[in-house]
């Protein structure tokens, strides 16, 4: 298509909306980040859904204004479906059907790890398959085989656990730093030793899965093994050593996954690719390396409008009986 796509995504407690075009130019990227889960240490669902509700039409409206759009311009609606958290999912993918809806437009109910995936088909990367895909986020780890565009992945291995960026904000967390945790860890592990501390990077496990939980826990027992003075004073040692531990197993697999599978073309997606020791160790694999900017590896909206242009579009009225889900086992 060459018309502009709207695209809603409020899987978890970030409110975004976007306009492409068909060729996956982006028009604008709007994300507004709630800030009143910190004190809770994680994202509160039925918080989520009420400041999405609050915050999604502004949102939308910036999303056309910076644009240049109007709704009378767009030619498909698109919008998260899961997985996600229900009642977050539930007000933008409402929104979105009765956006469609209120001028018959067509509708695209998109998964979001397609979305992740997709942001690599946006210009100007365009980013075309085959090629091995991780998809690191705060929800999600895996690793698939990707050889077209659409939402079916040949899954090579996922979390058994905790996810890549659960392990960075319960380590966090630990820490004693805010919520959402990433950004915060990887501030305070630059200036720590690496090799301060031996975490486990679940590197004996075989195969192609992940786990963390192991990892979270070795943290645990270190911090109350060194007591509160010492823990304190040595924080920055602890964050860069348990931060290398993470990128240290997401790389084991990777190298195996490409081993494994002959690819020499890697993609990476979700928010812990935003993460910089892991971009900068992905880069010197060896391969023809695609990592998103920043703004398209955390949850956005642009993602998820590209998806939509290899998502099956249903046309009115046959999407209004659609409903969300919290799990991706619906596609995988």
Avoid: W
């Amino acid at each position: 298509m060459t018309g502009l796509i709207l695209a809603i995504e409020t899987s978890c407690d970030d409110t975004c909306a976007a306009v492409i075009t068909g060729a996956g130019e982006i028009r604008s990227n709007v994300i507004s980040s709630q800030q009143v889960h910190d004190r809770f240490g994680g994202v509160v669902p039925e918080i989520a859904s009420r400041h999405h509700l609050a915050l999604l039409s502004p949102v939308l409206d910036e999303a056309l204004r910076a644009a240049g759009a109007t709704l009378d311009q767009v030619e498909l609606v698109a919008a998260t479906r899961g997985p996600g958290l229900v009642t977050a999912l539930v007000v933008g993918f409402s929104a979105g059907k009765g956006l469609a809806a209120a001028r018959e437009l067509p509708f695209a109910a998109v998964d979001h790890l397609h979305g992740h995936l997709a942001a690599s088909f946006l210009r100007p990367a365009e980013f075309e398959p085959p090629f091995l895909a991780l998809i690191a986020s705060g929800g999600h780890t895996l690793l698939a085989d990707v050889r077209d565009h659409g939402p079916q992945l040949r899954l090579l291995g996922q979390t058994l656990d905790d996810a890549a960026g659960e392990a960075f904000d319960k380590g966090a967390r630990l820490l004693g730093l805010g919520y959402p945790g990433g950004a915060a860890l990887e501030r305070l592990a630059a200036g720590g030793d690496p090799r301060a501390f031996a975490f486990p990077a679940a590197e004996r496990m075989p195969g192609l899965d992940f786990s963390f939980a192991g990892l979270k826990t070795a943290l645990l027992y270190k911090v109350r093994e060194l007591g509160e003075p010492e823990a304190e004073r040595r924080r920055a040692d602890l964050a860069a050593s348990y931060q290398r531990a993470i990128v240290a197993a997401l790389l084991i697999r990777v190298r195996r996954a490409l081993k494994q599978t002959g690819a020499r073309r890697l993609a990476v997606g979700g928010g812990v690719a935003a993460n910089g020791p892991l971009r900068a160790a992905l880069a010197e694999l060896g391969v023809e390396l695609e990592v998103p900017p920043p703004a398209l590896c955390t949850d956005n909206a642009a993602m998820i409008a590209s998806a939509a242009r290899y998502s099956k579009a249903l046309r009115f009225p046959a999407y209004l009986g659609l409903d969300v889900y919290a799990t991706g086992a619906q596609r995988l």
